[in-house]
């Protein structure tokens, strides 16, 4: 390089300078020669025929009446696809036809993955055994695949290095394993399915130990003659066992471990051995009908199974009237209780509504329940007077106070079928249905049942006044005595209470008790009569306050007549403050504008 850039190095460096000079001039000119190939291969400008020709192209594909453009790989592409992603720039590659190659992931960007088979190698190489040490391996135990700082082993006193003997065979070199995203999840991968064996052998070892020894029980119980006995034991014959008996408990404990395998545990509910005796409580009640499987007839009501609403009757076409069928429908249970008398009111509130009367369900309840009150009663008037006028101008009264037909004729078109003993048996009439209980039954001559007399928490007979329940009736002679013991109990707690002597100190603490309850009662009456004189005079000084508001409100309503300009100075406001009584006539009196109620007021 210092000579190519020397001048005063002779004539090797002038030959160096004339060489570089050449191969300048040969690089200008291949760039020029490549811009111009350039040039001339960049797309030339389409004509206006042109242009429209390919729109009309690409609205047919899009309609699909044209056939797709395809790629360089032979795939159709989606018409649909803006010419920008699916066409190559022209300064990459001009001569590429339109693709989606470039859209799609590059296979030399993918990230290869493990597959799901592969895993990590386990154990040692078991053909490979050396007899002497390798230069590079280990010094401790002479494996080839790791070194000494690495070993796992324990550290020899004297290395496999110098002794030459124990060498440990060499470890598998682990794969450097990259998985996906499954792969990275997958729990089973690396799993050695023989491992499954071990167990299936340790059970089949277990169920053959069971079989052992049930059959040396049954040979033990036939030699000593066990079975025997209970073959020709009543119960046994009978089909009853003992609940206690060994046999049972053996069954039950080969059970229980029979539970342990989930396959043979059956469903809650479903489980009716006799011998476990288990009872498991269903959460649906049995006596409970689907709504689809009242009726079967697909032209019966219509079942939404979204919402589980039958709202129709589903016994409508069998003849059944709604009140005996247990189901009737969904709305027929809307159209029970207080709807319908709420629909009416509803319907009124529209009906005044229309007629200028500002009423609403929501808003004014009380109003609009008692204009609907005086409606009905009115109108029940209006049809009696209604009636009474047509019945003084043509008659007629007597037609109108006639029996019914069933009583003058003595026969109805209703059909009723009785028994021989007088119980209806089909019919309109329903049979009174008897208790399960003995009713009316007098028994030891009573002429009341038991439990007709009551007296002090206790139950008896109203004829004899005994609480006794089968006692024999005495009749009056037992009200008597009834009345008589409660007599002498009376006199009796009396007389006690009187023969009890009392002692002075006793004595002179009642006294004090009586003294002091005179003394109370002598300071209750003067305050009752404080406070009613009280209350008197603050009922007398509200009486005062009432007729001075009333007569406020009155000067105030004059003084809202006339005219602003014409009103006295400050004639409306005052200066005192007013009293407790003046509060409370003016809370009374006072009007509030949204009080439904507030045009009754004045009534």
């Not at 509803?346 to 929501?362: N, T």
Request: aromatic share 8%; proline share 5%.
């Amino acid at each position: 390089m210092s000579g190519c850039l020397g001048v005063t190095s002779g004539g090797t460096g002038e030959g160096q300078i004339t060489m570089s000079a050449a191969a300048m001039d040969t690089g200008n000119a291949a760039t020029l020669s490549g811009s111009k190939e350039m040039s001339l291969e960049e797309p030339k400008k389409m004509t206006r025929e042109d242009w429209r020709k390919k729109k009309e192209l690409e609205e047919q594909r899009k309609l699909g009446n044209a056939p797709a453009e395809v790629d360089e790989e032979g795939k159709d592409i989606n018409p649909h696809i803006p010419q920008y992603i699916s066409s190559v720039p022209w300064y990459i590659d001009p001569s590429k036809r339109p693709t989606l190659k470039h859209q799609r992931p590059q296979p030399e960007k993918q990230k290869q993955f493990s597959s799901s088979g592969d895993w990590y190698k386990r154990g040692v190489k078991e053909n490979s055994i050396t007899t002497k040490y390798r230069k590079g391996a280990c010094e401790n135990c002479g494996a080839m695949t790791h070194k000494k700082k690495d070993c796992f082993e324990r550290p020899r006193r004297v290395g496999a290095k110098f002794t030459g003997t124990n060498i440990a065979p060499d470890e598998h070199l682990q794969p450097q394993l990259m998985f996906d995203y499954d792969g990275k999840r997958d729990r089973w991968n690396g799993y050695n399915p023989e491992e499954h064996m071990k167990i299936v052998e340790e059970y089949a070892k277990v169920d053959l130990a069971k079989r052992t020894l049930k059959a040396q029980k049954l040979q033990e119980e036939l030699a000593s003659g066990k079975l025997v006995e209970q073959a020709n034991s009543p119960k046994h014959q009978w089909g009853e066992e003992e609940p206690n008996s060994q046999t049972e408990k053996d069954h039950n404990s080969e059970d229980e471990d029979e539970d342990k395998y989930a396959d043979d545990i059956d469903m809650p509910g479903q489980n009716f051995d006799s011998k476990r005796r288990i009872t498991v409580r269903n959460l649906r009640i049995r006596e409970d009908i689907a709504k689809y499987l009242r009726n079967l007839d697909p032209n019966s009501a219509y079942y939404d199974p979204k919402t589980r609403a039958m709202r129709e009757n589903p016994y409508a076409n069998a003849g059944k009237n709604p009140d005996e069928v247990s189901y009737a429908g969904d709305n027929f249970v809307r159209y029970t209780g207080d709807t319908i008398s709420m629909a009416q009111t509803q319907l009124f509130a529209w009906e005044a509504y229309d007629k200028g009367s500002e009423v609403h369900l929501q808003a004014d309840p009380t109003k609009l329940e008692l204009l609907y009150k005086s409606f009905k009663v009115k109108k029940e008037d209006f049809k009696e007077q209604q009636k009474e006028s047509i019945l003084e101008k043509y008659g007629g009264q007597e037609h109108l106070d006639a029996p019914p037909a069933e009583l003058l004729l003595a026969q109805t078109e209703d059909y009723v079928e009785y028994s021989r003993h007088g119980t209806v048996i089909k019919g309109q009439e329903r049979a009174v249905a008897s208790s399960k209980y003995e009713e009316d039954v007098k028994i030891h001559n009573h002429t009341h049942i038991w439990g007709s007399y009551w007296k002090e928490g206790r139950w008896g007979y109203k004829c004899c006044h005994s609480f006794f329940k089968f006692s024999y009736c005495t009749g009056e002679a037992g009200k008597e005595t009834a009345n008589s013991e409660e007599c002498i109990i009376n006199d009796t707690i009396g007389e006690e209470s009187v023969k009890k002597p009392q002692t002075l100190m006793e004595m002179h603490q009642e006294k004090l008790k009586e003294e002091k309850k005179k003394k109370k009662k002598k300071r209750k009456h003067r305050k009752s009569s404080s406070e009613s004189d009280d209350e008197e005079k603050k009922h007398e000084k509200l009486k005062k306050a009432l007729n001075a508001e009333e007569a406020r409100l009155l000067h105030v309503k004059e003084l809202m007549q006339i005219d602003e300009r014409k009103r006295p100075y400050s004639s409306i406001y005052e200066t005192r403050e007013p009293t407790e009584e003046e509060m409370e006539a003016y809370r009374m009196k006072r009007q509030r504008p949204d009080d439904p109620m507030a045009s009754f007021l004045g009534q």
